[in-house]
């Protein structure tokens, strides 16, 4: 067992928490792509989250998310865009928190996402009521805020935010506005970050 392994088995076996999946998993999962999986690691436990509760523990966590995702789907949670295993290292694959940590949101497993830089940066700290609301009523939201934006830059908020609605306007509510089947949602997602992409990434 190598430095890093031995290192996360501690980390793994002092964890009073309950665990998202037994030790063989996450060993084989290392094994698979080692490099990720400590670079996800190193990220998730940098000095800016020091200060939170068992961080070494999340860091685990979202190294194997992150890791997991890679194998088996490696694209932009918001845009779907495909990345490559040097985007990780690179600077294009950002470590995005759902829920901004500025705000409410905690540094865990479940409130971490691959994003890329373009997504991250538009997304900035917007919470998801904030962005639903964006997709439902710009006008209003546009009054108070981003008065300094171009039209360009709305507009591209404005086509962001649509992109999130299924998770945070509800199925159903996403089946109205479409007019669509549920059997229909994930291919109308899909379409539509394939023409997000095609709107808003020039190369």
């Keep these: 067992m190598n430095s890093f392994l031995s290192r996360i088995n501690k980390i793994y ?7 998202m999946c037994r030790w063989p998993e996450i060993k ?3 094994v698979q792509e080692p490099d990720i999986f400590e670079n996800i690691f190193k990220r998730g436990s940098s000095i800016r989250y020091k200060l939170r509760h068992d961080v ?3 860091a685990l966590w979202i190294a194997y998310n992150i890791t997991d995702g890679y194998l088996k789907n490696p694209r932009c949670y918001y845009c779907g865009i495909l990345f ?3 985007d990780y290292f690179n600077g294009t694959v950002h470590l995005d928190h759902f829920d901004p940590i500025s705000k409410t949101g905690k540094h865990l497993a479940g409130n971490v996402v691959p994003a890329c830089r373009d997504c991250n940066l538009l997304k900035s700290n917007l919470l998801d009521i904030e962005l639903l609301q964006i997709s439902k009523n710009p006008e209003t939201f546009f009054t108070n805020k981003y008065l ?3 039209d360009s830059k709305k507009e591209k908020l404005m086509d962001f935010s649509a992109l999130f609605f299924q998770r945070i306007g509800g199925i159903d509510g996403y089946r109205e506005k479409y007019n669509i089947s549920i059997n229909e949602i994930r ?4 379409k ?4 997000y992409r095609a709107k808003w990434y020039r190369n």
């Design 148 to 150: 300094s934006s171009s």
């Design 56 to 58: 070494r523990m999340n």
């Design 187 to 190: 291919s109308h997602q899909d």
């Design 192 to 195: 539509m970050k394939d023409n």
């Design 28 to 30: 084989s999962l290392y």
């Design 84 to 86: 490559e295993k040097s």
């Design 13 to 19: 076996a002092s964890s009073k928490a309950r665990m």
